[in-house]
Structures are given as C-alpha cells and as structure tokens.
C-alpha cells in the first residue's frame, strides 16, 4: 500500500470513529434531551429526530476532527505521511567485532544518595543507532532465550487478543492494530536497522519467493516474459538463520515475536493507545504485545493487556509520583525521538529469566519487609549476588504510531564493584533508598533481606 493510499485510509477511520463516538454518546446525551425539553411532542424514533440526529453528528465529527486538540499530539494522530515513514538515520559500524566487545558497563547508583522516583530520572535521548547493543555474550544469550523459548513459550512471547466471551468466539480476536504494530517493528529491526548497524553480523539478499506465498512485500521482475518474484531475506551471519524481513500474510504475529525473541539480545514491549474513552486527556497506553526473556521479578504475561498504571500497581509511589508525568510523557513521545535511561537492583541470584518473582519484595503498606528473613552479614553469597541493570529505551513507529519500551540487561558482580572502589558509593545509595521521595522503595528492591550483609560487604 502506498504512503498516500495509508493516508487516506487512515482519515476514513478517524472520521468514521469519531462520528461513531458523536452519535453512540453524545446524541442520547445533548440533543434528544434537549429536543424533549423544547418541544414534548418531538417524537426521537421519527425521521426527522433521525436527520437531524445524523446532521449534528456530522457536523459534531467534522468540528471534532478539524478543531487542533489541547492535550492530544499531533503525534498521536493516526495519519501518516511520507516523512512519517522514513526511517532513522543508522551509522554502520564497519568492521565491529561482536567476539571480542565487552558489554557495557552502567553504575547508575553513582552519587545516588537519595532515591527519587521521577520521570527525568536519569533520562536522556538517545541516538538510533545505538538502539540495539551487540556484545560478546551475543552467541550465548541467545542459546538462552532459545531454551526459554521452548521451556516458557506462553510467559516469553504473547500476543493480546480479544475476549472471546466479547466476541462470541472461542479463542478470541487479534486486533489487526497489533498484528500491523508488531510486523513494522519485526521489519525495521531486521530489514533495516540490523544489517545496516552491523553488517559484519547480519545481511540481507533476495531469493525466489515461494509461489504459495505473495504479498505486498515481494517483487515481480518482469523479463522476457517471464515473472520472478524475489522476497528480501535476512540472514544472521553469526547463527546461519535465516527470516523474511516482512511478516507474510500467513504468518502468525506471535512468530515475528519468536524471532525477535531468538535473534537480538533484547526484550520488546508493544504499547499502543487506549481510544476506548474519548476524553480530553492523553490517551492511556496498553501493553498488547512482547518478547521478553528476561523478566526482572515479573510474569509479562499477567502484564498482557494492563494500562501504564496497572502494569505498575506493585511499584510504591507511581501513582502518586509517576502515573501522570509518565502518561503524559508517553502520549507525547513525537516519531524520530527515541530515549534512555538505566535502572538498578541488587538481586541474590544470577539467572536473567526471573519471571517468578524473587526481585521486589511484597508486604508494603502493612509495617512488613522485603519477602524473605534478613541476610545476616557474613551470610551472603558473594558468588550469587549481582547487580543488575536494565538499558531501558523507548521510540515511536512511523506507521503504527505504537511505542515500542525495550530493554537490555547487563549483571555486574558485586565483588567487581567492590573491587572497582565503588564499594562506599553503592552501600550510600542502598541507605538512599529509604531517604527518597518513596521510602518504600527499600522494602520494593528486598533491600530489607540483603541490604545490611551487602552493605557490610561493601564497606569491609
């Protein structure tokens, strides 16, 4: 579909949603009661009540429509324009040699000595091209998300669908709005930012496209009379695997996931708006789709389907201190910008998939601690303890216009930090974490079960 051919169908959905909304809510609201006043003979179920019902909400939706919003972006808009569409601007780096890159390495406690729970908090825009970081713990991650794959299918990979007890069916609808969500992201990262990153990892090259299969994704050469349809592959040169880079119409949209899952060291999270309450607020942000491997003390699939706020109900202080900042933030994140920043956690175990819990401590609000009894000092496994840290960014898609919230996770041992000279700074933001703007967060991060035997580690 062309770009102008997108455009217009996207201004007859929005108009035909917004007449839709006009006529269901607030006819019954505004003009039916108002005609009764005026007149008690006005007859609502007679042609003319259905005429002039049916001018109001055209004009209603057209005023609605062309009237520039107070709250709500143009970016939000689900138009799309040619600019739209262009893709980031990605800087090669010829020649990297994933074998021999350390991974990154982020103190984020640094000079922390208060811990505050803030939407600037350590946030920063980022460059495109650093979007996606490769490392030589690339190969063997990725094994691991293999084996996570096979082992916890259903909790690594979901797609959101339907009720079925809303749609009368047995296993309930896709929304084709994810479905076209999750394909732009399997596309840009796999035929464009990828082999265009690090073409020394990934290629692409065209083959003869199967005959079952055509789509608009495919090319048709037309020489001497004869028809060639070729598809764009993309190739792992460090794995041998081999992708479309384009989700076929027969594809399943939980197998893009898959992939995405299998071939890059990151975890993606697909967020598009609520339109379900049309108010003069930001739209709120749901999460409909993911592939995350390496869950930080949380199952992504009880997050499937949850706004902003839900999905942080656990987390002390969001409501009062993050939920508004943070959804209007996400609102208003405009196409091309893309941010960072990185968390921290101290957790006693080593293992990336922690899905079941074991990172953030319950019984808050109720004069209890962490989960768990309080590692004496001298108790703690050194061996088992880490730091972990989460490169989280966040970008809009041009087409879509859905927010895709990635992270990275990288794990530093706490004897590393130590032995760093850091030991100090990192026992002073552990006590920080009581004298923030959220003392909760102490008892949030367990810090109440390992943070008087680490601290007392860190300072020895």
Known sequence: MTASAEFMQCDRERVLR???????????????????????????????????????????????????????????????????????????????????????????????????????????????????????????????????????????????????????????????????????????????????????????????????????????????????????????????????????????????????????????????PDFSLETEEEPKYILQAYATCFPSGFNTREKLGLRLADIHGPVPGYQAKLERSMDRFFARVEVGRFVRRVNWSVTTATELFAAFGGTHGLGLGLGGSGDGEAIRPGELDLNQTVLRCERQTLHRLPRSKALVFAFHTYTYPVRQIKDEGLGEELATAIDGLKKGNVPDMHSYKKGDVWGEALKDFLRS
Request: negative net charge; contains cysteine.
């Open 18 to 272: 917004v007449f839709h909304i006009f006529h269901s809510r607030y006819l019954p609201r505004i003009l039916y009661p108002a005609m009764a006043a005026f007149d008690p003979s006005w007859d609502l179920w007679s042609p003319r009540a259905g005429l002039a019902a049916l001018l109001l909400s055209v004009c209603l939706a057209v005023w609605r429509w062309t009237r520039p919003s107070r709250n709500i972006p143009a970016q939000l808009d689900t138009t799309t324009t040619a600019v739209d569409l262009k893709s980031p601007s990605i800087t090669p780096l010829e020649g990297f040699d994933w074998e021999t890159t350390e991974p990154l390495q982020f103190r984020p406690f640094r000079g922390k000595d208060k811990y505050n729970l803030t939407m600037g908090e350590s946030l920063e825009n980022l460059d495109p091209s650093e979007l996606i970081p490769m490392d030589k713990t690339y190969k063997e991650r990725l094994a691991l998300r293999k084996s996570l794959l096979e082992q916890h299918h259903d909790i690594v990979v979901a797609v959101n669908k339907t009720s079925a007890e809303e749609k009368g069916t047995q296993d309930g609808d896709e929304d084709p709005r994810i479905r076209d969500a999750v394909g732009e992201l399997y596309s840009f990262i796999l035929g464009t930012y990828l082999p265009t990153r690090y073409p020394s990892m990934f290629r692409l090259h065209e083959r003869q496209a199967p005959n079952s299969t055509t789509s608009s994704t495919t090319k048709t050469n037309n020489t001497n009379n004869t028809n060639n349809t070729t598809e764009t592959i993309f190739e792992n040169r460090v794995t041998g695997a081999t992708w479309p880079t384009h989700l076929q119409q027969t594809t399943p949209t939980i197998h893009a996931l898959e992939i995405l899952a299998q071939t890059v060291d990151e975890e993606f999270l697909v967020l598009l």
